[in-house]
């Protein structure tokens, strides 16, 4: 399959397959995403990373892994699951 899957233009869903849920393969794998966005688009374009409320997301150490990259990490509400299917669903 492809990296990325464009929806209506101007949403792109890029994902990666973890086989663990541990930070030390999630954070690996989320800057793999922000350099394929980069590059896709020749400059700096990745400014927020958005996903649901796993615990591979929440984490403190991911947050502080990216904001000084001038990357901003943020979350689905736990309780909002169209928001999580979306998500799910582009990458189904």
């Known amino acids: 399959g492809s990296d990325f ?4 233009g101007r949403v792109l869903y890029f994902f ?5 849920k541990h930070l030390r393969e999630t954070t690996p794998a989320l800057n793999i995403v922000v350099n394929q966005i980069n ?3 020749r400059c700096k374009a ?6 649901d409320k796993a615990g591979e997301f929440t984490g ?8 000084p990259r001038g990357i ?3 979350k689905t ?5 169209n928001s999580n299917g979306r998500a799910k669903a582009a990458s189904a």
């Open 72 to 74: 901003r990490v943020t």
């Open 5 to 8: 899957e464009e929806s209506d």
């Open 39 to 41: 590059d896709l688009f």
């Open 16 to 20: 990666r397959t973890l086989e663990t």
């Open 46 to 51: 990745a400014f927020r990373i958005h996903g």
């Open 60 to 67: 403190e150490a991911v947050e502080n892994y990216f904001e």
């Open 77 to 81: 509400a736990g309780h909002d699951p």
